[in-house]
Every structure is written in structure tokens, then in C-alpha cells.
């Protein structure tokens, strides 16, 4: 049969084509190559680990190769910049793009395994690599079984995406479990793609619900929390004064208690007891320590202990940072590679700020049971810091309560029990706060007062420190600062006649009420005038010396009232 012209043509084309191209094996050898010399000068790019976490997270960027006909080169040098882009997001649809796929896969191995380092071993912003395959997940096949059914019967039907996103893990890590459950007859497909509970699979959900009902993310293993728990609080660094003045900068505070502070919050005990009369900022001092720790940190939806689901996330003391975790999502969500994306079970949070107060017990350091199990308060204060306020004022003894704490400030682990159950042994890496106004000398046991080396007056403020809280919070409301002055001198004389007790919360509370007088649209600047604030004074709560218990007076005492030394 006679071929076209066009035939003909094409037919020429394909044999010039096949005696100029290289044999498979020889093309196979040149892409080799070629891959290793591109990996090599790409993975040489990776930033050193000794980069400060927070510096890599904002130099770090990831953009798309150019889009040619042609493999991109490798780069110009192994000392490229470290600010440089790293990886490409996305495989390019051109011809090689297998070859390109290898290649990526391989960088975004090496990378993602430097970062997932980085995030065990020194703590760093970065959480931990998505896990790939089920065993890489660490939990156990009953726990996510029990959670996909729970969430189907909670959500209603979801297709595999879904519940990725539900788990916040990849499809590859349960999709064989998936597939289990469709096959034993607990999940059945109603829509194409979808799963859907049968009776069978009602049944056994309403079982696993009286064992735990928690419904969430999957948790990440009890091993890799308390891990990252310890290698967190290895990056921990010491204070310096400056910072701590920068802390209180408005605040008005003496110099001696600032350095005492700084001591205290570097010292190896990692415990301090504030005490005092009550007004004078224990609270605003405790709270404020905690800006001292400025790194974020790495902390799980939950975490799996003996195939109980434990809920950790609390939003009572965690404020996440969904910024870093925006970026970093941002940063791997182009890429088709499954690695070098973050496990999304960890969370990025401000070191957690724990505080508890008169209703605090013993059984508080349990790990409770109402449907779901929750961590306790002191567990998750773990890397942050927990608070125990109002000490004394507890309705159970305030010293078997303290008791709790001796084991965990000597090992730096504590002993948590389930309700009724097993036990465990979970870190205690955090800075215990002790506060309270009454006399904690009558307070403290010997046992417990040896572990004090930190023990924090926080007396009344002098007359001068009186006179510029209220200066200061003035100047907050608009008040003309040689009127500030004016009435801080007459309010101490008011003060000093009537043997009313100075306090450091007083200015701002006379404040607020003299606000209150206002009416809508009035500003305090503009109707504040002397017979307001006499009014106020006369109206505000007084506390005078005669029934003063403890800490009357301020540390310089004035010299007019000896009943103040």
C-alpha cells in the first residue's frame, strides 16, 4: 500500500529520531547522573541547623521551577544562599516530568528529614514530617478504626478527603483500615466514594463510645509527646535583666525586685512563691513572666497512652499561633510529593499559661473521665507555666495539694493515674508559680519550704511608686500631667489623714469608677475636676491600718507611721 506524502514524512521523522537517540540503558545512566548532581547542589542549599528556629521559619520560601520544554539546571554552587529557594512546589507538566518527580521526591525527602529533625531535637518551630504510612503514625489500628467510625457517625457520610482532613492525616495512613471496615460490613458506600455507617457499624460505634468518646484530630503516640516535651525544654535559654525590664516597662516596680525576678525565673528549681498583702500585683507579676518565654512551641491535638485517646489541646491555656502554622501549610501544600509537609496532629502554640485557684484538689492531678479523657492542668503546662493561685484559700488542704508537686520538682517527671485505672509517668518541665496573701509562714510546711529558694514580697508600694501608678494611668485617660501630679500629692495626704492603707491596685480602680460617672460620648479629660474625685474617694472601699492583719506598710516605711515597719 502507497503512503501518503504526510505519512511518508512522518515515518523519516521517527528513524532520524531513533538513530539519534541513546539506547534505554544510556538514557538511564544520564538521568542517574544528572539526578545526583542535582541533589547534591539542591540539599547543599539546606540552611545549617545551627539557624535559630524562628529565623528559619521567615526565611525559608518555596517557589515553583521555571516552566520550560527543558529540565531546569542544577544550581550555579553548593554555597548558594541560605535564603534562597530551597524546593519547587510543583512538578511541571512538561516532558521529563517523571524524571523531575523522582528528583523532587528525593529533595523533599532530604529536607523534610532535616526539619523533622530540627523539631525533635532542638524544638524548633517546625513541626514533625506528616507521617507516610500507618506504622509511621504510631498509634494503634483500634484508635483510628473507633475514630473513623465515630466521625462518620458524627459527621455523616465522608469520602477519603474528608476524613484526611477531619484526622489530619494522610489517606495513605488509614486507607487499608478503611477499606477493612467497608469489607467487614461496618461501613458501607451510599454514594460513590462515600462511607456511611451500616447497622452493624451503629452498633459497634455505640460500644466504643462508653469506652471514649473522644471525636478529633488522631493523636500522635505518648512516646513522641514526651519526647518533644524534653528536647523543647533543652532549648530553653536564661533571662537577662534588661529583658526583664522590658517586661514591666509599664509598670511601676523597684529595682531590687526586678533583678530578684530575673533570678528566680533562671533558677534550676524552676519555683518561686509570691506572697504579700492582697492589691498589690501578684497576679499582674505572675501573668507577666510568662512574655519571658517567647519562643513557641510544639504541642498534639492528643496523644495515645495503652489505646486511650488523651486530650491535650486546651484552649483555656494554649493560644496558637495560626500564623506559623498558615505559612508552613502554605509553604508545602503546592507540592505533590507527600513529603516535606508538616504533621498537622502537632500544633503551634505560645508557650501554654496555666492557672488554677481556690478550686483545685488533689484529684485535679488525675487524668479525668467525663466520656473523654482529658490531660490534667499541671500536664498541660508542660514547657510553659503553671500558676497556683490564692494558696490556703483551697476547701481541701492546701499542703496534701502541695505534696503533689514534691516528686515532680525533684525528678522533673510526675506520676498520673487515670480515674480509677492505670498510671503513667508524663514530664514536669514547666515553672511552678506559688501565690498568695496570707502568712506563709504559717502556710508552708518544712518539706515543702526547703524547695522555696525563691520566696517574693510583694509588699505595698512606697508613696513615690503610689504617686506614679496613678501618674501613669492618668496619662492612659488623657489627664494633663501637672494636673496627674497634683492629684497624686492630694490623694497620699487624703491617704496619710485617714490611715487608709496604700495600695498598688487603688489608682486604677479609682479610675474605673470615675469613669462610670460619664455618660455616653464624655470623655474623662474633659469632666474630671476636684469634687468628682473627692466624691469618688468618699465612695471607693477603703482598708485601713487598724484592721490591717499582715504586711501593713511598705518596705520603706513612712517614717510619720511606725506602725507601718
Not at 528559619?56 to 550555579?76: D, H, K, M, T
Not at 530578684?260 to 507579676?285: D, H, Q
Not at 492618668?474 to 492629684?487: F, Q, S, W, Y
Request: hydrophobic letters at 35%.
Amino acid at each position: 500500500m502507497a503512503l501518503s506524502p504526510a505519512a511518508r514524512a512522518a515515518l523519516e521523522q521517527f528513524r532520524q529520531q531513533q538513530a539519534t537517540t541513546p539506547p534505554p540503558s544510556a538514557r538511564a545512566e544520564e538521568r542517574e547522573a544528572e539526578d545526583d548532581s542535582y541533589e547534591a547542589n539542591a540539599t547543599a542549599t539546606l540552611e545549617p541547623p545551627s539557624l535559630d528556629p524562628m529565623s528559619r521559619l521567615a526565611s525559608i520560601s518555596v517557589s515553583p521551577p521555571p516552566r520550560s520544554p527543558a529540565l531546569p539546571p542544577p544550581p550555579a554552587s553548593p554555597s548558594a544562599s541560605p535564603s534562597a529557594p530551597l524546593l519547587p512546589s510543583a512538578v511541571p507538566t512538561n516532558g521529563g516530568s517523571s524524571s523531575f518527580a523522582a528528583r523532587l521526591e528525593a529533595l523533599n525527602q532530604a529536607q523534610s528529614k532535616q526539619l523533622a529533625s530540627e523539631a525533635v531535637f532542638t524544638g524548633g518551630l517546625f513541626r514533625p514530617e506528616q507521617p507516610k504510612t500507618f506504622k509511621e503514625a504510631g498509634i494503634s489500628y483500634r484508635v483510628i478504626e473507633s475514630l473513623i467510625l465515630k466521625i462518620i457517625k458524627q459527621e455523616g457520610p465522608q469520602n477519603e478527603t474528608q476524613l484526611s482532613e477531619f484526622l489530619k492525616l494522610s489517606v495513605n495512613v488509614f486507607q487499608e483500615i478503611l477499606k477493612s471496615l467497608h469489607k467487614r460490613e461496618l461501613l458501607d458506600t451510599p454514594a460513590p466514594m462515600h462511607y456511611d455507617l451500616t447497622g452493624k457499624g451503629r452498633e459497634m460505634v455505640a460500644i466504643m463510645e462508653r469506652d471514649d468518646g473522644y471525636v478529633g484530630p488522631a493523636p500522635v503516640s505518648f512516646k513522641a509527646y514526651c519526647e518533644m516535651c524534653r528536647q523543647q525544654a533543652k532549648r530553653e535559654r536564661r533571662v537577662t535583666v534588661e529583658e526583664v525590664k522590658a517586661v514591666f516597662a509599664q509598670q511601676s516596680m523597684r529595682p531590687e525586685l526586678l533583678n530578684t525576678l530575673k533570678e528566680g525565673f533562671n533558677s534550676e528549681g524552676r519555683i518561686m512563691l509570691f506572697y504579700g498583702p492582697p492589691g498589690n500585683g501578684k497576679s499582674l507579676i505572675t501573668d507577666a513572666l510568662h512574655a519571658l518565654l517567647k519562643d513557641p512551641v510544639l504541642l498534639p491535638y492528643a496523644f495515645e497512652f495503652n489505646s486511650k485517646v488523651v486530650e491535650y489541646y486546651d484552649s483555656a491555656y494554649h493560644r496558637l499561633r495560626e500564623d506559623l502554622m498558615t505559612r508552613e501549610e502554605t509553604d508545602a501544600g503546592d507540592s505533590f510529593a507527600t513529603s516535606g509537609k508538616p504533621d498537622r496532629r502537632w500544633l503551634i502554640s505560645n508557650p501554654p499559661l496555666v492557672t488554677v485557684g481556690t478550686e483545685f484538689k488533689t484529684e485535679h492531678f488525675e487524668i479525668s473521665f467525663d466520656g473523654q479523657y482529658s490531660a490534667p492542668p499541671h500536664v498541660k503546662a508542660n514547657n510553659g507555666i503553671f500558676i497556683f493561685d490564692d494558696l490556703g484559700r483551697q476547701t481541701e488542704d492546701h499542703n496534701m495539694i502541695l505534696n503533689q508537686f514534691i516528686y515532680p520538682l525533684e525528678q522533673q517527671e510526675s506520676i498520673v493515674k487515670f480515674t480509677g485505672g492505670s498510671s503513667m509517668r508524663a514530664p514536669f518541665l514547666e515553672r511552678l508559680f506559688l501565690s498568695t496573701n496570707l502568712n506563709h509562714e504559717q502556710l508552708l510546711d518544712d518539706a515543702f519550704k526547703r524547695r522555696l529558694q525563691y520566696q517574693i514580697l510583694v509588699d505595698r508600694p512606697t508613696k513615690e511608686l503610689f504617686k506614679d501608678i496613678f501618674q501613669r494611668i492618668a496619662a492612659k485617660h488623657g489627664i494633663d500631667k501637672r494636673l496627674a501630679v497634683e492629684m497624686s500629692e492630694l490623694l497620699v495626704k487624703w491617704y496619710k489623714e485617714d490611715e487608709r492603707i496604700i495600695r498598688a491596685v487603688d489608682p486604677r480602680n479609682l479610675f474605673r469608677m470615675m469613669d462610670a460617672t460619664l455618660d455616653e460620648g464624655e470623655a474623662l479629660a474633659d469632666r474630671l475636676d476636684m469634687e468628682m474625685f473627692r466624691r469618688v474617694y468618699d465612695n471607693y472601699p477603703a482598708a485601713f491600718r487598724k484592721d490591717a492583719k499582715f504586711f501593713v506598710g511598705a518596705m520603706d516605711a513612712d517614717p510619720d507611721h511606725p506602725s507601718e515597719e
